[in-house]
């Protein structure tokens, strides 16, 4: 589940999960979470993962904030804008598992700008919760066109939030034996605020438009296997069965 919550300052809203959940602060600052007896800002350019239960969220100035929550947003009942295209379960999609298990306790900030990317992929800086995995992507200007990356993935989908920029995705269904399955490549813009759904074994890369500022996030659920076997996943050791 992703939600992308604006408020201004004074106002308010409760964030409650039965399991953990992220709140990322990209542009703006000022927010204050709190959640039992405790009280933390989060500031700019912070991800915050909330401890299961309640939290409430204060917005300091006119912002917006990112909620991602993993599975556990099904077993809450929360209602999704697109909640209809999932009444019939994907077959290709692979079940999320048990969450993790946290070794930490109550709110913990994550400055994006403290995250180091691996070397072996430099473009991409990676977090998780217990149940959701995310890959942060930032860059000015165009990307390199002689240098993208298609490529697909075989039983997970994959959730692309613009938070800043514009953006180009490409997607190509591979060719099977049934011809009528067959379909044409689509090349899809999509402006900040907009979430990109990709289907298990679509083939995808994505690109920035224009020379401005670009942000990608990349969600998935469960957390990345090859990515927490590379050990590329920066707080990994947070969780005591990955």
Not at 168 to 189: N, Y
């Amino acid at each position: 589940m992703v939600d992308w919550i604006e408020g201004t300052a004074g106002a308010s809203f409760v964030s409650r999960s039965s399991g953990e959940t992220m709140l990322i602060a990209a542009d703006s600052e000022g927010a204050t979470l709190r959640h039992g007896g405790s009280e933390v800002t989060l500031p700019r350019r912070t991800i915050a993962i909330l401890p299961a239960g309640e939290t409430i969220v204060n917005f300091g100035g006119k912002t917006a904030l990112i909620r991602l929550s993993g599975a556990s947003a099904l077993a809450d009942g929360m209602g999704a804008a697109n909640a209809t295209d999932y009444a019939i379960p994907d077959a290709a999609v692979a079940a999320p598992g048990k969450p993790s298990e946290s070794r930490a306790q109550g709110i913990r900030l994550h400055s994006i700008d403290a995250l180091k990317a691996p070397a072996d992929k430099p473009r991409l800086k990676m977090l998780r919760s217990a149940d959701i995995s995310i890959n942060w992507v930032e860059y000015h200007g165009l990307r390199d066109r002689t240098a993208l990356s298609p490529h697909d993935h075989a039983d997970f989908e994959q959730g692309s939030l613009a938070i800043r920029g514009d953006f180009l995705h490409h997607l190509r269904v591979p060719w099977g034996p049934d011809a009528t399955q067959w379909q044409d490549d689509r090349h899809i813009e999509a402006p900040a605020a907009s979430l990109m759904v990709i289907p298990p074994r679509v083939i995808h890369t994505t690109e920035g438009l224009g020379d401005g500022h670009h942000i990608l996030l990349d969600v998935f659920c469960p957390p990345r296997a090859d990515f927490l076997a590379k050990g590329w996943i920066s707080n990994d050791a947070e969780y005591a069965n990955s």
